[in-house]
C-alpha cells in the first residue's frame, strides 16, 4: 500500500500535471470550455466512458487540483469546490433529501446555514429538529423514522460550543442517516470529522482555507458514492467556484499547516490572558481548562484554534465603545483572516435570529467574538486591553 504523506507535504506537492510549458508554480486556467481532438472523442467524454474536461462549470484543473488536495487533507475520496462556504451547505442540505424528510441540526449554527434549516426547507416540505449541540441524548432522542440527515458546525459560531463527533457519527450511521459537518472553523488541519463518522465535510474556504480575506469559496468533500448526487446537484444548479479563485484557495492550502499553528498559539496565550483578566467575564476557547468541554475538544481536536469570545459588563453600549476604541484590530464579520478582527454577533452576523434563538444558543448583548490572526500577540493583547480601558467610561 502506497504510504500517506504528511499534511504539509500534500499541502505543497499536490498539484495538476505539469503542461508542456514545464512550469514549476501551476497556472491559472482561465477558461470556460475545453477542446476534443475529434468527434469521437467529444462523444465519449460526454458519455463518460473517457475522462476529460468538457466546461468549467463541471471542472477545472485549478478546481480539481484544490479538491484533491482538500479531499487528501480531509481524508476523504472526492469532492466539489463551489463559490461560497453557503453554497456547499445548501449542496449538502438538499442533494439527498426530499420533501418529507427529516433533519436534526445543532441549534448554535452559522445564521445563514439556521435559515435555510427554519425558512427556506421547510417550504419544500422538509423539516428539522434542533437540539442542543453539547447534548448526546437530545440527539437521540430527536431522531425520528422520516430523519436521514444530522448537521453540526463545531466549534460552533459564535457559540465555540462542540459537538462530539464521535457519538454523533455513530448515531448518524445507526439510524442509517446522513452526517454532515461544517469544519469551517478548525480546519483539516486541527479536525477531520471523517475520522469520526462524519459522511460530508462542508467548508467556508473564505475564511482560514484562503486565510487572507481575498476571496468567497467553498468545499464539500466525502465518499465517491455520496459526491455522486452532489455532484450531479452542482453540476445541473451551477454554484462553480471560478478557476481564478480555486487557483487562491489550492495556493493557500499550501501555508495552511503554519498559518494555523501561528493562529493556535496566539489564540490560546489571548484567551489565557483574557481568562486571568478582571475586566473581562466568562471567556471561552476551546482548549481553555475553564471550558465546559475542554476533554472533548482535546480528544477530536489538535488545537483549540482561533476564535476565542468573551463578555464584557455594561451589554451592547460596552461592547459598541469597546469596538469603537480598538485601533489596529479590524471591525469586520469575516473571520480566518492573517489580521485579527472583532465583531459583535448580536448585532450582525447573527442579527437575523430572534432574541428567543440567540438567548438560546449564548449569543448574549455583551458577546465579543475575536478571530485571532498573525501580527504578534503583544501588540493583540495591547489593543484589546487599551480598548477595555476606554471602554470603560460612558
Ligand atoms: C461556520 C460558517 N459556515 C459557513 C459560512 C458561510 O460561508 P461563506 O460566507 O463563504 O458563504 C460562514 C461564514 O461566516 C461560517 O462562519
Redesign the pocket.
Known amino acids: 500500500m502506497k504510504k500517506r504523506k504528511k499534511f504539509e507535504t500534500i499541502s505543497v506537492r499536490t498539484q495538476v500535471k505539469r503542461s508542456s510549458q514545464k512550469e514549476h508554480s501551476v497556472p491559472i486556467f482561465a477558461t470556460s470550455s475545453f477542446v476534443f481532438d475529434n468527434a469521437e472523442e467529444a462523444r465519449a467524454v460526454f458519455a463518460d466512458e473517457k475522462g476529460g474536461n468538457i466546461y468549467s462549470r463541471y471542472s477545472n484543473p485549478n478546481n480539481d487540483e484544490f479538491i484533491e488536495k482538500l479531499c487528501l487533507m480531509e481524508k476523504t475520496e472526492d469532492g466539489e469546490s463551489t463559490a461560497?462556504?453557503?453554497?456547499a451547505?445548501f449542496l449538502a442540505l438538499t442533494s439527498h433529501l426530499k420533501a418529507g424528510d427529516h433533519i436534526v441540526a445543532s441549534r448554535s449554527l452559522?445564521s445563514?446555514?439556521h435559515q435555510i434549516i427554519t425558512n427556506i426547507l421547510p417550504r419544500w416540505g422538509i423539516t428539522h429538529t434542533y437540539v442542543d449541540i453539547r447534548k448526546n441524548p437530545e440527539w437521540e432522542k430527536a431522531i425520528m423514522p422520516q430523519t436521514r440527515l444530522l448537521f453540526t458546525?463545531t466549534p460552533s459560531?459564535p457559540g465555540l460550543d462542540l459537538c462530539d463527533l464521535e457519538f454523533v457519527g455513530k448515531l448518524a450511521k445507526k439510524h442509517n442517516c446522513l452526517f454532515v459537518v461544517?469544519n469551517?472553523?478548525a480546519t483539516p488541519y486541527l479536525q477531520t470529522p471523517a475520522d469520526f463518522g462524519a459522511n460530508l465535510i462542508?467548508h467556508?474556504?473564505?475564511?482560514f482555507i484562503d486565510g487572507q480575506g481575498r476571496t468567497?469559496?467553498?468545499a464539500i468533500v466525502g465518499p465517491k458514492n455520496i459526491i455522486k448526487d452532489v455532484r450531479f446537484m452542482a453540476r445541473q444548479t451551477g454554484p462553480s467556484l471560478s478557476p481564478f479563485n480555486a487557483w487562491i484557495l489550492s495556493k493557500s492550502l499550501e501555508t495552511l499547516a503554519v498559518r494555523m499553528e501561528k493562529h493556535c498559539s496566539n489564540a490560546a496565550v489571548l484567551a489565557t490572558y483574557l481568562d486571568k483578566s478582571d475586566d473581562t467575564e466568562i471567556v471561552k476557547y476551546p482548549f481553555l481548562s475553564s471550558h465546559p468541554q475542554v476533554k472533548l475538544a482535546r480528544k477530536q481536536m489538535r488545537y483549540g484554534g482561533a476564535l476565542v469570545t468573551f463578555e464584557l459588563e455594561g451589554g451592547m453600549k460596552r461592547c459598541i465603545r469597546f469596538l469603537d476604541k480598538l485601533s489596529m484590530i479590524s471591525l469586520t464579520?469575516?473571520?480566518g483572516d492573517t489580521r485579527t478582527t472583532a465583531t459583535h454577533p448580536a448585532s450582525t452576523?447573527h442579527s437575523k435570529l430572534s432574541e428567543e434563538e440567540r438567548k438560546a444558543v449564548g449569543i448574549t448583548d455583551g458577546l465579543i467574538r475575536i478571530s485571532v490572526g498573525l501580527e504578534h500577540i503583544d501588540d493583540i493583547i495591547e489593543d484589546i486591553q487599551q480598548a477595555i480601558e476606554r471602554s470603560k467610561k460612558a
Open positions: 461560497t462556504g453557503m453554497a451547505i452559522f445563514s446555514t458546525e459560531n461544517d469551517c472553523f462542508c467556508s474556504a473564505t475564511k468567497l469559496g467553498g464579520s469575516n473571520l452576523t
